[in-house]
Structures are given as structure tokens and as C-alpha cells.
């Protein structure tokens, strides 16, 4: 917890661009503190799964996701000073440049923006590998480019020894003597992380174990000077919300008026092939009254017989196809609940299982539920990048026409056709429930497959952007609990 209530810390790890070293930045920085007894909140800034699942390892705390595209500027100040207020740190990690967001025109879902918003001050973080005097010029038009945006300093990364560093230092010294130099990096293979198609290999089958942990932070302690970037980045709480004095966001509870017999229960696919969950989401349903039940379809585990609703996230089905297919008993609930009406909610890596079945890049087909008259095909290049609003166009498990929901589109696969040729939506196996708005002069289409109660998508929603969303599906989840007869077959009931 936090030794001094009225002053905090807290910073944004930024970069020039992507593979810079943010993430080892912030994840040796958040071993370090910890190393030093201090407790750190983690922030990751964008849509991403892989670094806060990371973060967790290192700061041994759930780390949460900021971002000023998918999420309003109230969202994101609420968790921000909520979670700062249990902790002594609040390190932000940056998305792709510091300055780089939604489009170039504008500062939104930029790094920047998110510090500017939440007030704290930015560490730059600096690829200076075959750079020298230049790097001076660079660090000069970062700073300058936005003269409301607060820089503490900065970090030089992989440097190819301390002649390097004190060349680098001169430099700057000669251009931007007000910016501090918290020290350099050197190139340390002992410390890099894998990466695969989308991105670091996640923190569920890579544990950074502690001799890890205690490499990089060791590295850090011995590289950089910590104490002076805590000192240059005092975040004293006066004037501002504590973590018992935020307004929360609005949530409204629906679930006792439908169920008596108890929180609904949803049972949700959490492993190594679905590991793509905001915390938030999560945590939306929790509020909304429904109680979680985490399982493992990779390592045999099925639906409870209790549950009254699925959640099935995104992640890396593909890698883990074989595991699925062969889980015949969680393939076999599946159908069964959705036959029966069971609200189930899918997204990305959860689609694909909810298909006929998964081609692998290697030529491999395993089969896989069975709910759409469709499959899906690895590719070997992405198929598709980008944040993506969705309009409600029926009704469906998150809401009515018209409600508005953001997120992010990201995946290697792409949808095909079964042997039968049955996918045109209206033919009685599915409907599209969403409107993708279109992003730079794209022209709107349609997503969101569902059919029955079964919703599922590429898209990976934020609730937070819409948190009614979340209440609506615990809704439906408890509607249907209370439809259940005593032997656990449905009622007959009217309505979605």
C-alpha cells in the first residue's frame, strides 16, 4: 500500500516509435521499484492484451488499459485516480510513438494526450543503436512538439557502451540542456522477450520467472539513476481526487430485479488460447451482479453445469487448435447451452471457435463447435488492424439498435466457407447485429454475427465506452436463469 497518501508517483514511459524499448523500460522499472519495497499501479495506453498481462508479472498487480479513442476522457481519469490512490506508483506505458493515436491529424489515443489528461509527466525513451550527435535533434523536436506536454527526461536504450552514453549526453546537453538524462541501456539479449504474429509472446505461456525479473531489474538499477526520476516525478495528490473521493462511473445494477435464485453465472474461457480480456469488462460484469467462473478449454475443462452465460475472449486459438478440437465434451456443452438459449458472448479467438473449424497456416483443419455455418483460415499476413466503432443495428446480448460501442479490430485469420456454402446472413443461421463504421472515407459494413442468443465478432469491445453494454448481457444471462425449470431445460420464453 502506500507509504505517503498525500504524494504519489507518477509517470508515462514513451517512446519515438514502436521497438524502441518501452516494454522492457516499464517492465525493468516496475521490477525495480518493487526490488526497492515500492508498490506500482501498471497503465498500459491502446488496445493491447499482451504488455499489461506482463506488467501483472512484474508489479504482481492486474494492470489496466487507458486509451482516448475507445474510452472518454471520464473513464479513463476514474480508473487512473482510483487505482493510483492504492499504490505508491502509477507507471504508464505508452502506445507506438508518444504522439502517434487514430489518425495524423490529431492527438487522439495518443500517449500524449493520456499523460496531458491524467497530468503526469512523460520519460522518453530513445533507440540511440547508430546514433550520436543526431540523437540531440531528435530528443529536440519530440520536446517542442507539444509545448503542454511535460517531459521528465530521458532514456537512452540499447548504447553500445558508457563512451556511447557520455557522447549522447554532450549532445543533448549542447541543444536541450533542461532535459534530464536518467541514464542508457545496453543491448542485453539475457533480457529480450520473444515476439510471435501479434505481437510478444503473452504472459500466460512465458512466465518471467524471478532469476528474469531480477536480471532486468539489476540491469536497470545499475544503468539508470531511479532515485531521480522518482524525484522528478512527484504526483502529490493535493488538489486532486484520491483512490476514496472518485465519483465512479455510472453503472446501473438490473440483476435483482430478474433473478432470486442468485447471481447469474458466466462462465468464461481463461488460458493460454483465450487470454485477450480487458479487466474492466470483467470487472463491468462483476458490478453488473453476475459472478465469474474462469475454465480452461485448452487443458480439457468445460462449461459448469451451473452457468448461466459464456463468455468466450480472444487469444490464440489457432496454437492451441488441436486442444480445442479435441475437447469434445466442452465442444459438445457448448452447442448444447446455445441450442438451449444461453446467452453466449464471443469475441476475435472465441469466434473461431464458435465456427465449423480452424485451418492452421500449415494446412491443418481441426474442428471446432459448429454454431456458424462458417470457418476460419490462418493467414500469414494480418488481416486486419485498426480501432472499429460499432453501431447496434438489432437487438442483441449487449443492447437495442442505435448504442454505440468502441474497440479493436486485430487478427491473422479470415472467415470461409463451409463445404455446404451456407453463410448469407437471413438464411436462418445468423443475423449481423452490428453496423462497423467506417474509418478515413471506408465504407460502413456489417459484423457482429449472431444467431439465437450466440453473439460473436472479430471486434474486441470496451465496455467501458458503453458500460450499459455489460449490464444488458448480465440481463440477459439472468432472464434466462429465471426461464430454467428444475431439471435445467428452458422454458418456452418470447423475446431475445
Known amino acids: 500500500m502506500a507509504t505517503d497518501p498525500a ?9 519515438t516509435h514502436s521497438g524502441c524499448g518501452k516494454t522492457t523500460v516499464a517492465l525493468g522499472l516496475l521490477a525495480a521499484l518493487k526490488g526497492r519495497g515500492l508498490s506500482a499501479q501498471p ?11 506482463l506488467h501483472a508479472q512484474m508489479a504482481g498487480t492486474q494492470s489496466r488499459n487507458l486509451d482516448g479513442w475507445m474510452l472518454g476522457r471520464s473513464w479513463n481519469t476514474y480508473l487512473f485516480r482510483r487505482l493510483i490512490g492504492e499504490a505508491d ?10 504522439f502517434d493515436g487514430y489518425d495524423g491529424q490529431t492527438e487522439s489515443g ?6 496531458k489528461w491524467l497530468d503526469v509527466p512523460a520519460v522518453l525513451v530513445v533507440d540511440a543503436r547508430s546514433m550520436a550527435r543526431s540523437v540531440a535533434a531528435l530528443i529536440y523536436g519530440f520536446t517542442r512538439f507539444d509545448p503542454l506536454l511535460n517531459f521528465a527526461g530521458v532514456i537512452f536504450n540499447r548504447i553500445g557502451g558508457d563512451g556511447h552514453l557520455q557522447y549522447l549526453k554532450e549532445a543533448l546537453a549542447s541543444a536541450c540542456p533542461e532535459i534530464t538524462v536518467f541514464g542508457g541501456i545496453p543491448r542485453e539479449d539475457l533480457v529480450r522477450i520473444p515476439e510471435r504474429h501479434l505481437g510478444l509472446v503473452t504472459a500466460d505461456e512465458m512466465m518471467l520467472d524471478a532469476a528474469w525479473q531480477e536480471r532486468l531489474a539489476k540491469l536497470l538499477e545499475d544503468r539508470l539513476d531511479i532515485g531521480l526520476l522518482l524525484e522528478k516525478t512527484r504526483y502529490p495528490m493535493h488538489g486532486r481526487l484520491a483512490a476514496g473521493h472518485v465519483e465512479a462511473v455510472p453503472v446501473p445494477n438490473e440483476v435483482t430485479r430478474y433473478s432470486t435464485a442468485g447471481p447469474p453465472v458466466i ?21 453488473a451482479g453476475a459472478q465469474l467462473h474462469f475454465f480452461s478449454p485448452a487443458n480439457g475443462e468445460t462449461l459448469p453445469d451451473n452457468c448461466t452465460g459464456a463468455y468466450l475472449g480472444g487469444g490464440y486459438p489457432e496454437l492451441f487448435a488441436a486442444a480445442i478440437s479435441g475437447n469434445a465434451e466442452f465442444l459438445r456443452s457448448i452447442r448444447e447451452y446455445a441450442a438451449q438459449g444461453m446467452p453466449i458472448y464471443a469475441e476475435c479467438g472465441g469466434l473461431m471457435t464458435l465456427g465449423s473449424f480452424i485451418d492452421t497456416v500449415e494446412g491443418e483443419r481441426h474442428e471446432m463447435a459448429g454454431i456458424f455455418p462458417f470457418g476460419t483460415r490462418m493467414l500469414s499476413r494480418r488481416k486486419a488492424l485498426g480501432y472499429t466503432e460499432v453501431v447496434l ?11 454505440v460501442i468502441r474497440g479493436h479490430e486485430f487478427h491473422y485469420s479470415e472467415i470461409v466457407e463451409s463445404e ?11 443475423e449481423f447485429a452490428y453496423e462497423l463504421r467506417g474509418h478515413k472515407g471506408e465504407a460502413a459494413r456489417f459484423e457482429g454475427f449472431q444467431a439465437g442468443s450466440v453473439l460473436a465478432s472479430y471486434i474486441h469491445l470496451h465496455w467501458g465506452s458503453a458500460p450499459e453494454a455489460a449490464c444488458q448481457f448480465v440481463r440477459h444471462c439472468a432472464q434466462w436463469s429465471g426461464n430454467r425449470t428444475p431439471s435445467g431445460t428452458q422454458r418456452a420464453t418470447t423475446g431475445n
Open 267 to 287: 462462465a468464461v474461457a481463461r488460458d493460454a488460447a483465450f487470454c485477450f480480456y480487458y479487466p474492466d469488462n470483467l470487472e463491468l460484469l462483476e458490478r
Open 7 to 15: 504524494t504519489k508517483h507518477a509517470f508515462l514511459v514513451g517512446g
Open 420 to 430: 455446404d456454402g451456407e453463410r448469407k446472413a437471413g438464411d436462418g443461421r445468423f
Open 43 to 53: 497503465f498500459k495506453v491502446g488496445p493491447d492484451f499482451i504488455d499489461p498481462g
Open 393 to 403: 443495428r438489432r437487438h442483441c446480448l449487449l443492447g437495442d439498435p442505435g448504442r
Open 110 to 115: 495518443s500517449s500524449a494526450e493520456m499523460a
Open 89 to 98: 506508483i502509477a507507471l504508464i506505458e505508452g502506445v507506438m510513438g508518444i
